[in-house]
């Protein structure tokens, strides 16, 4: 998962939400490391995420399932916004493990 995230956040370094409209391989890139976050984190037990309830599991589970499941109808505002908002703290809390 902390890979995943920290990948994410390495492609989307230096790039603006604008970048997404014109960077299909950017937008490709940060949905595939959304999705491989998303699919540990349904692999993760029940007990071990009960031990860490800082992380927000069941919606990087959800915006996994979401993803998975839209194709072509990615929204790039949630998109830009779960990688430069939320990826950061995840990383963090992913970190503290």
């Known amino acids: 998962m902390i890979d995943a995230a920290k990948e994410a956040l ?9 970048d997404l409209e014109s960077n299909r391989m950017l ?3 940060l949905v595939k490391d959304i999705e491989i976050i998303g699919e540990a ?3 993760i037990s029940e007990e ?7 992380i927000p599991w069941q919606e990087i589970i959800g915006m996994r399932n979401r ?4 194709y072509f109808d990615v929204d790039l505002d ?3 916004s779960t990688v430069t908002k939320n990826l950061p ?3 963090v809390e992913l970190d503290n493990l």
């Open 78 to 80: 949630v998109l830009w």
């Open 10 to 18: 390495s492609f989307a370094s230096g790039k603006s939400r604008t």
């Open 48 to 54: 071990f995420k009960a031990s860490y309830p800082q």
């Open 27 to 29: 937008v490709l890139a």
């Open 89 to 91: 703290q995840l990383v």
């Open 41 to 43: 984190a349904s692999r």
């Open 67 to 70: 993803l998975i499941h839209v």
